[in-house]
């Protein structure tokens, strides 16, 4: 494989005499550039690990928007890269479809599979993005984003509700039917805002 040259080359031989050459190029999936885009606005450093040469690293790089990219990598070397950023205390997302990308996703603190992608990576992730767009990535953080929310929003519901209601409570002011049903009004209160985040984004 030539490293100057920005597509990755196979060559066909018989007898040590090349019979055909070819040159073959990954096309971008949809959605790429979209999702780059906003991991960037969202201080989401992005780094694109590839087995592929520093030409076609740097070529596909430029064309989605990614500055931090690594050539040239082993599966080895894609889960070696991994720890050392846990290592340094970052939490790692991986987002990968093959088999080559199987050992990384397994060190990842979140791993993302293609749905198109090998069984080994599908069974190693802990999301599947069934419609194998990148769009899909970018609606998995913006939902975990929105869960984690309202997780603290209902958190503070119910801190807030009880606060209120269980001094009132013990202090005699209300009976028992009338403490157990705004209970059950704290609970409809928490579930109420949660439906929310089904909301259009």
């Given at each position: 494989c030539n490293p100057n040259t920005p597509y990755t080359l196979y060559h066909f031989a018989v007898d040590s005499e090349v019979i055909v050459s070819f040159e073959l190029e990954d096309s971008i999936k949809k959605g790429a550039k979209e999702t780059i885009e906003y991991l960037t606005q969202t201080d989401t450093k992005v780094v694109m690990a590839t087995g592929d040469n520093q030409a076609v690293a740097?070529?596909?790089?430029?064309?989605?928007?990614?500055?931090?990219f690594k050539s040239e990598m082993t599966p080895i070397d894609k889960a070696d890269y991994i720890d050392s950023l846990k290592e340094?205390?970052?939490?790692?997302?991986?987002?990968?479809?093959?088999?080559?990308?199987?050992?990384?996703?397994?060190?990842?603190?979140?791993?993302?599979?293609?749905?198109?992608?090998?069984?080994?990576?599908?069974?190693?992730?802990?999301?599947?993005?069934?419609?194998?767009?990148?769009?899909?990535?970018?609606?998995?953080?913006?939902?975990?984003?929105?869960?984690?929310?309202?997780?603290?929003?209902?958190?503070?519901?119910?801190?807030?509700?009880?606060?209120?209601?269980?001094?009132?409570?013990?202090?005699?002011?209300?009976?028992?039917?009338?403490a157990a049903l705004s209970m059950s009004l704290s609970s409809l209160l928490v579930v109420g805002n949660s439906i929310r985040i089904k909301e259009k984004y």
């Open positions: 740097t070529r596909v790089a430029k064309e989605i928007g990614i500055d931090n340094q205390g970052r939490v790692v997302v991986m987002v990968g479809d093959g088999v080559n990308d199987a050992l990384a996703l397994s060190k990842a603190d979140v791993a993302i599979a293609m749905g198109k992608g090998a069984d080994v990576a599908l069974a190693i992730s802990d999301v599947v993005i069934l419609n194998d767009s990148l769009r899909g990535i970018k609606d998995s953080f913006v939902i975990s984003r929105r869960t984690y929310k309202f997780i603290k929003q209902n958190l503070g519901l119910s801190l807030v509700y009880n606060l209120i209601t269980i001094p009132v409570a013990i202090a005699g002011f209300v009976i028992p039917l009338v």
